[in-house]
Structure formats: C-alpha cells, structure tokens
Nanobody, 126 residues
Framework: QVQLVESGGGLVQAGGSLRLSCAPSGRTVSEYAMGWFRQAPGKEREFVAAISWDGFSTNYADSVKGRFTISRGNAKNTVYLQMNRLKPEDTAKYHC???????????????????WGQGTQVTVSS
C-alpha cells in the first residue's frame, strides 16, 4: 500500500507562486507515473499535470500550460508542482496520485491512478 502526502499549499495573491510537494510513506513511488489533480468546491475533479515514471515525459492541462511545471526529485520518489502566475481560478484542493501500470504516456484520467493523497489546499486571492 502506498500513502501519499502532499504539502506546500496555502494562501497566495494572484500572480504569486507556490510549490507543492508529494512524498510517499511506507513505499517508494520511483517506478510509478505520478499526477496532480485538483477539485474546487462544487466542481468535478480535474487533471492538472502528470509525469512519467522516469521523469522524461510530462503532460499538462491547457489551463495551466506555461504556468505550472511538474517534476521529480533526484531519487524520483518525490514529485513537485511548481505553480507560477497563479490565478483565482486555480483555487482548489490539490491531490497527487500514483499510477502503478504506466500506459506509455502521462495519463490525464484520474480513474487510471491507483493511489491518492489527502490533498493540500491552494487559495488564490484576487
């Protein structure tokens, strides 16, 4: 069983930056593809970004492309989401997820991920 723990959320003004981290406890995720998803109150969960197990391939939602960057740490066991030029519409709870069976490209469908963290809240004020 993999437990994922997110950190780094908070309150920031529009135009600001935050860096989210996702680290596992109990088991490594260095061989798993990883993704970030977010859910705002009253809205469905949506894909944000994903990265392949080796860190060489990434995928982004159009709404964050050019502003957010997903990456893996040197040991590939921690995943980061650098968020720049934040907008009020980025306000949501952000969850990281691990995919044990890599599909060949970073997956945008949450249903294809096997493990999820509890999330970290990001609030962007205007």
């Amino acid at each position: 069983q993999v437990q994922l723990v997110e950190s780094g959320g908070g309150l920031v003004q529009a135009g600001g930056s935050l860096r989210l981290s996702c680290a596992p406890s109990g088991r490594t995720v260095s061989e798993y593809a990883m993704g970030w998803f977010r859910q705002a109150p009253g809205k469905e969960r949506e894909f944000v970004a994903a990265i392949s197990w080796d860190g060489f391939s990434t995928n982004y939602a159009d709404s964050v492309k050019g502003r957010f960057t997903i990456s893996r740490g040197n040991a590939k066991n921690t995943v980061y989401l650098q968020m720049n030029r934040l907008k009020p519409e980025d306000t949501a709870k952000y969850h990281c997820a691990a995919q044990t069976l890599y599909s060949g490209s970073p997956d945008t469908y949450g249903s294809n991920y096997d493990y999820w963290g509890q999330g970290t809240q990001v609030t962007v004020s205007s």
